[in-house]
């Protein structure tokens, strides 16, 4: 089957301290990973996908296929780091045009 | 660029009437899809519309349908509400592209059905 999942529903930290957000997938080919952000009263938008490889707004994600992971991470959060985290799945193969989400992690970053 | 665009924000309808949501995509995306979202849950993919014909369909019965015009724009339609159809539409679109292109979401429809 296939799905994500986010284990945590809120992770609070304080402010400065590094941040995990876990994501696991299963997913039977090569999937797609992104994880996207919903900060208060805005709209889901997209924080990084697997594929550019780019650090956003100082967060990493490394997709890891024999964990079938894809954690979200940051050294040092922010309190404007506080937000709702998706992680999501596509499919890459042709004819594959939805998108998995998880339930989604709430980041709370405490001063 | 007002980004995607959803009308209306809130909605609230008796079991077995029928709705009508709206979305326009954001300038230069040609691609559509909706997705329900339940309190406390992720976004769940009912279907994607492309050159207005829908190209692929979630685990949703056929009481939800939808439907893109020329100029992008779609509409998706849910008959005879249930209790458990209370939720938030989020449209989506993003551009013709290979692959899977990121979507850019608009702020979704809440719908109450009492």
């Known amino acids: 089957a296939q799905r994500v999942t986010q284990p945590e529903k809120l992770l609070s930290v304080f402010k400065g301290a590094p941040v995990e957000l876990k994501c696991n997938y299963s997913?039977?080919?090569?999937?797609?990973l992104f994880w996207y952000v919903q900060y208060s009263r805005q709209r889901l938008q997209l924080l990084l996908r697997?594929?550019s490889r780019e650090s956003i707004k100082g967060f990493t994600a490394d997709l890891n296929k024999g964990e079938t992971s894809f954690h979200l991470k940051k050294p040092f959060a922010q309190e404007e780091d506080s937000a709702m985290y998706y992680c999501?799945?596509?499919?890459?193969?042709?004819?594959?045009?939805?998108?998995?989400f998880g339930t989604g992690t709430r980041l709370k970053v405490l001063a | 660029d007002a980004g995607v665009t959803q009308s209306p924000t809130h909605l609230i309808k008796t079991r077995g009437q029928q709705v009508t949501l709206r979305c326009s995509p954001k300038?230069?995306?040609?691609?559509v899809s909706w997705y329900q979202q339940a309190l406390g849950q992720g976004p769940q993919f009912i279907f994607q519309?492309?050159?207005?014909?829908?190209?692929q369909r979630g685990n949703f019965p056929d009481r939800f349908s939808g439907h893109q015009f020329p100029n992008y724009s779609s509409e998706l339609n849910v008959n005879a509400l249930l209790l458990g159809d209370s939720a938030l539409y989020l449209c989506?679109?993003?551009?013709?592209?290979?692959?899977?292109?990121?979507?850019?979401f608009g702020n979704g429809t809440r719908l109450t059905v009492t």
């Open positions: 519309y492309y050159e207005e014909e829908e190209r």
């Open positions: 989506a679109s993003s551009p013709r592209a290979p692959g899977n292109s990121p979507l850019h």
């Open positions: 999501a799945l596509s499919g890459s193969q042709a004819g594959t045009y939805k998108y998995i």
């Open positions: 997913y039977s080919g090569s999937p797609e």
């Open positions: 300038s230069g995306h040609d691609t």
């Open positions: 697997h594929i």
